[in-house]
């Protein structure tokens, strides 16, 4: 039985007080024992909402980790191990916004999740296909080369410590969510993808889904098969809204 998780991707959102005040609104939450929850500050308020955050039922993850390991000359960036150092349990990898604005290869996705891995951090793998390469019918081309460069190259063993979400770019931020039934046919061909190298792996590893999730389509998405949860844009900026969403998740 896989555990739903429910992670919170806070972008690049948020002042120290406005932070403060929603981890007060999140520590209000009644959130669901059986649900896993997750909330991804930008870098600047990490350790703000770690310490925040202590004793509630919410892991803090970051939304991003430097390619490079370890410590060195890299300016700007912070390495997996200096984000567990700080408290972080999960990482962000393959952000469509990442992907597609700054240009992140499959080569450079695959690295961090490797480094995440290696700092003891759980990588959330981020898949999705554009609004063009959508209606092209291209979707499961596109999401299963993403997947399949990153299994060939950290391994599938490698799945058994790590998350998937399936994020249609044309469904991020846009007011626009795929339907439970278009969601589920990509997360089934995901799963498919993995069993092909390993059954057991496939069987447990969770899959999440990202693009315009509400409190309001929350339980018709998550009632799907192959949806063990959701990553959360711009609804998790609002405590009420994530608790509904974390106990729909729950139901």
């Known amino acids: 039985m896989r555990r739903p998780l429910v992670a919170g991707n806070w972008k690049m959102n948020g002042t120290r007080a406005s932070v403060a005040e929603l981890i007060e ?24 909402v770690v310490s925040g955050l202590e004793g509630k039922a919410i892991a803090v993850g970051a939304q991003d980790c430097a390619a490079e390991n370890g410590f060195g000359a890299l300016t700007g960036e912070e390495s997996a191990a200096q984000l567990a150092d700080a408290g972080c349990g999960w990482v962000l990898v393959g952000h469509s916004e990442r992907r597609l604005l700054l240009g992140e290869s499959d080569e450079t996705v695959s690295r961090k999740f490797k480094a ?44 058994e410590k790590a998350v998937v979400a399936y994020e249609p770019v044309w469904a991020i931020g846009s007011g626009l969510t795929a339907t439970p039934e278009q969601a589920q046919e990509v997360h089934a061909a995901i799963r498919a993808q993995l069993a092909r190298e390993s059954q057991s792996v ?39 809204d994530f608790g509904a969403i974390c106990r729909a998740a729950g139901n």
């Open 25 to 48: 609104a999140l520590r209000q939450q009644e959130l669901p024992a059986a649900v896993e929850v997750a909330v991804f500050p930008s870098c600047l308020h990490l350790m703000q």
């Open 116 to 159: 995440a891995l290696e700092s003891g951090m759980t990588p959330v793998l981020c898949l999705g296909e554009t609004l063009e390469q959508r209606q092209s019918g291209q979707t499961l081309e596109v999401v299963g080369r993403q997947l399949a460069y990153v299994v060939a190259d950290a391994g599938i063993a490698a799945f």
């Open 202 to 240: 496939a069987a447990q590893v969770r899959l999440l889904y990202g693009g315009s999730v509400k409190a309001d389509n929350a339980a018709e998405l998550f009632g799907m098969a192959d949806i063990d949860g959701g990553l959360i844009g711009g609804a998790s900026l609002k405590a009420n």
